[in-house]
């Protein structure tokens, strides 16, 4: 009986996330060399524009309020922006968003 009722109460939260409005994956444009020729230097970014967070960051900042539902994923797979990786010829269908991330990972370990 317990699992029933969890089952039914698994089955509305699957239909109220449904119903959530996701909105539109804004592009976001990345120069990773930028981002390395800064950081080999041995620069810090405190002002957010040359490293690949700092750029991701300055655009996103420039949505408006409506825009922001891009933020809603309903899975694992959702991807909160497309990006383009200046001068590198990337198509983002998952793989530079998810390259993005590791990047960012990468920058926040080295202290960059």
Do not use: C, W
Not at 64 to 69: K, R, Y
């Amino acid at each position: 009986r317990i699992y029933s009722l969890a089952s039914v109460i698994n089955k509305m939260i699957d239909q109220q996330l449904s119903q959530i409005s996701e909105g539109e994956k804004p592009e976001i444009y990345v120069n990773r060399r930028k981002a390395m020729v800064f950081a080999d230097e041995g620069n810090i970014d405190h002002e957010g524009r040359n490293s690949i967070y700092g750029q991701i960051v300055q655009q996103l900042k420039q949505l408006g309020p409506s825009d922001l539902n891009n933020f809603r994923k309903k899975n694992v797979d959702g991807r909160i922006y497309k990006i383009n990786f200046r001068g590198e010829g990337s198509i983002d269908a998952g793989g530079p968003f998810r390259d993005s991330l590791t990047n960012i990972v990468a920058e926040m370990e080295s202290g960059y």
